[in-house]
């Protein structure tokens, strides 16, 4: 039952995957499906780590959605546009996004040696804090993040092939490769409602 699940995991992963590319709004619906599925994926793997960046996914896509449709920031401001724009990051923005992603780790890596059996708290942790910063970074819309989910894909292969996932471990090694043509795509996207 659980390489089933799996595997519907997969395939909600991929949509995802897809409507991020397009830069498509309705990339927050499979973006809630999909954590969903993946809590149970992850729970019976024992990444625990994982199990917790899906809660926290589930509340970051119907903030992303709310962003991106009306352009509200969690700081109570609005672009100027009703739909949120795609943007670089603001280099004020780098900083805390560093600061907040060395923190996670830290926290999440003692959680998870101090409290649970999870036989990969470094890695576990370096993909989840990472990822915790890549989603925000997504909910705004910033073109940099595609770099990040670069990073934490190819990680994230390694450590699932390591823990017997391989249709996640593919699903990871696929977003790695679309991450690339995400960004490039992206910043097409971006310019042209520049000009």
């Known amino acids: 039952m659980g390489q089933y699940i799996e595997i519907l995991g997969t395939i909600v992963g991929l949509a995802y995957l897809w409507l991020e590319y397009k830069a ?3 990339l927050w619906i ?8 993946y809590l149970f994926v992850y729970y019976d793997a024992g990444l625990y780590a994982d199990f917790g960046i899906n809660i926290y996914y589930l509340a970051i896509a119907l903030y992303g959605w709310v962003a991106w449709k009306t352009g509200f920031s969690i700081t109570g401001k609005q672009s ?9 990051m603001p ?8 600061v907040a992603y060395i923190a996670a780790q830290l926290l999440i890596a003692w959680i998870l040696i101090e409290y649970t059996d999870s036989t990969v708290p470094w890695a576990d942790s370096f993909t989840t804090a990472l990822s915790i910063v890549g989603m925000w970074m997504l909910a705004r819309k910033y073109l940099e ?14 450590l699932y092939i ?3 996932l391989n249709f996640t471990a593919a699903l990871y090694m696929l977003y790695a ?7 490039f795509k992206w910043k097409r996207i971006m310019n042209s409602h520049e000009q």
């Open 24 to 26: 498509s709004i309705y």
């Open 80 to 88: 100027e546009k009703k739909e949120l724009p795609i943007t670089h």
């Open 91 to 98: 280099k004020s923005a780098v900083f805390k996004a560093v």
């Open 177 to 183: 490769i679309i991450a690339i043509f995400g960004y």
């Open 162 to 164: 390591y823990k017997g």
């Open 30 to 37: 499979a973006g809630i499906i999909m954590p969903a599925i």
């Open 145 to 158: 993040q595609w770099w990040v989910w670069c990073v934490v894909d190819i990680a994230s292969c390694g």
